[in-house]
C-alpha cells in the first residue's frame, strides 16, 4: 500500500520592526512625492493636449475637461498626427528603433556569449575596449564621422543612421549581456556537448534562450535609447522625412510657437511619450528580471 506524503512549505514571514521602517520612512516620502510629482505632470500634460490654448493659458485645464465630453478636442491629436508630421517622424524612429535593436542582439549576442564563456588571447582586452568606448562622449566621434560620411555621399540616408545606432550601442550591448552570460552554469553546455551539439547550436538551441530575461531588458534599453536619440538624427539626418521623434518633436515645437496651437503642440507630445510607456507598463517585470537575475549560477 503506497502512502502519499504532502510536503508542506514553510515560509518565513519577517516581523514587523518599527525601528527598521522608522529608520526607511525619509525614503518612503522622497519616493512618494518623487511618484505624484511624476504622475502629476503626466496628467497635466494629458488633460492639456484636449485643451485649447485659451484653457492652458488660464490655467482652467482640468475644468473645462470636467464641464463636459463636449469640451474634450480629440482633432488635437489628428491635426498633430497629419498635419504638424508626427506621423513621418513617429515611423522613422519605430523604424530605426525596431531595426537597431534587432541587430544589436545579431551582432552582440554571439559576441558577448564568446567572450564570457571562452578563454583565448585578448580576450581581456577585448572586453576593456568595449568599457573604455562606454565612456567615450559621442561629440567626439559625431564630426569625424560626419566629415567621412559626407565625403562618401552618405549623409541623409536611413541605412546610415540605422548603422550608427547599432554601431554606437554595441559597446553597452556586449557588456550587458557579457555580464549576463557569465551568471549561466556551465552544465548546460556540458550536457549539450555529451549529446554531440556543436558550440554554435548550443548558444542558438540553449544558451540563449536561457539568456531570454537580460537579451529582452537590453533591447529595452536600446530600443527607448535610439527612440530617445537626439543629436545624431539631428545631424545625418538632412530631411524631415527621415528625421525621428526627438528632432521633429523640436520642429513641431516651434512651429506650434506662431501658430498657438498648444493642444496640437501637448498631443504631439503625448503621441510621441505613449510608446517609451506603453514598453514599461508591459514589460516591467522583464527588465527587473533581467537587470536582477540570470541562469543558475556555477
Known amino acids: 500500500m503506497a502512502f502519499r506524503r504532502k510536503k508542506k512549505e514553510e515560509h518565513y514571514v519577517e516581523p514587523f520592526n518599527w525601528r527598521k521602517e522608522v529608520r526607511m520612512l525619509p525614503g518612503y516620502l522622497i519616493l512618494i512625492i518623487w511618484v505624484i510629482f511624476t504622475f502629476s505632470m503626466i496628467g497635466w500634460i494629458l488633460a492639456a493636449s484636449f485643451s485649447t490654448s485659451g484653457s492652458i493659458f488660464k490655467g482652467e485645464v482640468f475644468k473645462s475637461l470636467l464641464s463636459g465630453i463636449s469640451n474634450w478636442h480629440f482633432e488635437n491629436y489628428v491635426t498633430a498626427w497629419t498635419t504638424q508630421n508626427v506621423s513621418t517622424y513617429f515611423m ?39 568599457v573604455g568606448a562606454m565612456s567615450l562622449p559621442q561629440i567626439m566621434i559625431i564630426l ?22 547599432v554601431a554606437i550601442n554595441i559597446p553597452y550591448t556586449t557588456t550587458f549581456l557579457i555580464n549576463f552570460f557569465a551568471t549561466l552554469s556551465r552544465a548546460y553546455e556540458e550536457a549539450a556537448a555529451i549529446d554531440g551539439c556543436s558550440p554554435i547550436r548550443t548558444f542558438w538551441k540553449i544558451m540563449f534562450p536561457l539568456a531570454q530575461p537580460g537579451v529582452v531588458t537590453v533591447s529595452i534599453f536600446n530600443f527607448l535609447s535610439v527612440w530617445n536619440e537626439y543629436f545624431m538624427s539631428l ?64
Open 144 to 165: 569625424p564621422l560626419l566629415s567621412i560620411t559626407t565625403s562618401l555621399h552618405l549623409t541623409g540616408s536611413r541605412v546610415l543612421l540605422i548603422f550608427l545606432y
Open 235 to 298: 545631424v545625418f539626418a538632412s530631411t524631415d522625412s527621415k528625421r525621428s521623434v526627438g528632432v521633429g518633436l523640436y520642429t513641431i515645437i516651434s512651429a506650434m510657437k506662431q501658430t498657438g496651437d498648444y493642444g496640437g503642440l501637448f498631443a504631439a507630445v503625448m503621441i510621441v511619450f505613449l510608446p517609451t510607456f506603453v514598453l514599461y507598463i508591459l514589460l516591467s517585470e522583464k527588465i527587473i528580471s533581467g537587470v536582477t537575475g540570470g541562469g543558475v549560477k556555477g
Open 92 to 130: 522613422n524612429s519605430l523604424l530605426y528603433a525596431s531595426v537597431s535593436t534587432v541587430l544589436l542582439i545579431l551582432v552582440c549576442a554571439p559576441a558577448a556569449y564568446v567572450l564570457a564563456r571562452f578563454t583565448f588571447l585578448g580576450n581581456g582586452m577585448i572586453k576593456t575596449t568595449f
